[in-house]
């Protein structure tokens, strides 16, 4: 599994609160993505950073932050969470660079009600 | 627009026959053609990848063809077995980039 871990795992939460999920890797690895998941749209990706403080959008950015102040940890905020933001969320990471594959972590179920 | 069409949606087979699974991609800057496995309640993980320079790869039960001219990929599972039942997704890439374009999944039964 790469030793990513992602909290929590299930999460409710009310439209209009903020939320954060956490990714943690244990490798050092670089790059670190954030990806949604719904049925119908596949993976798409949210944020994604190659290094710390370096981030980057995505294609569905929009209502969503990150930070990394440490390799280790990647953060995802929802600022004011949306019944549309209902979804699993993913993280994963790419190893050295000029590896190729991703690995990803076990997922984060969010509900906004 | 979309870069990456993956089919067919939805996959019904019987265990012991061919699924075959098909990318078709726009992007000629590609150069690494993975396909991704995902169980439910999991995250995907990398099942099998082919670089452009060969056009097949075996490992196992599971075959990657690629076909530069006509921009597209495909995965064949022989001898399907129920425990192959999950969502499969292509992730193209170029080498100058570290964001793979991934397809919409494929949602692959197996009966018994």
């Known amino acids: 599994d790469a030793g990513i871990t992602q909290s929590p795992r299930h999460k409710v939460t009310e439209t209009g609160t903020p939320v954060t999920l956490r990714c943690h890797q244990t490798?050092?690895?670089?790059?670190m993505y954030w990806y949604r998941q719904d049925p119908g749209h596949g993976l798409r990706l949210i944020h994604y950073s190659y290094g710390v403080k370096d981030t980057d959008k995505g294609e569905v950015s929009d209502g969503y932050s990150v930070s990394r102040s440490k390799t280790e940890d990647f953060l995802l905020t929802l600022e004011s969470a949306t019944s549309s933001q209902t979804s699993v969320y993913f993280c994963?990471?790419?190893?050295?660079?000029?590896?190729?594959?991703?690995?990803f972590g076990p997922g984060t179920r969010l509900t906004v009600t | 627009q979309q870069q990456v069409k993956q089919s067919p949606q939805s996959l019904i087979v019987q265990k012991g026959g061919i699924s075959i699974i098909n990318c078709a991609y726009e992007n000629t800057a590609f150069d690494y053609f993975p396909w991704y496995q995902q169980f439910p309640g999991k995250g995907p993980a990398l099942l099998i990848a082919i670089r452009p320079d060969v056009s097949e790869k075996k490992e196992g039960r599971f075959t990657i063809s690629f076909n530069k001219s006509a921009k597209q990929f495909s995965l064949h599972i022989m001898d399907s077995q129920p425990g192959d039942s999950a969502t499969y997704f292509c992730a193209p890439r170029s080498g100058g980039s570290y964001i793979p374009t991934f397809g919409r999944g494929t949602s692959l039964i197996v009966h018994p």
């Open positions: 490798e050092n690895h670089r790059y």
């Open positions: 994963a990471i790419k190893a050295q660079q000029g590896a190729d594959e991703q690995y």
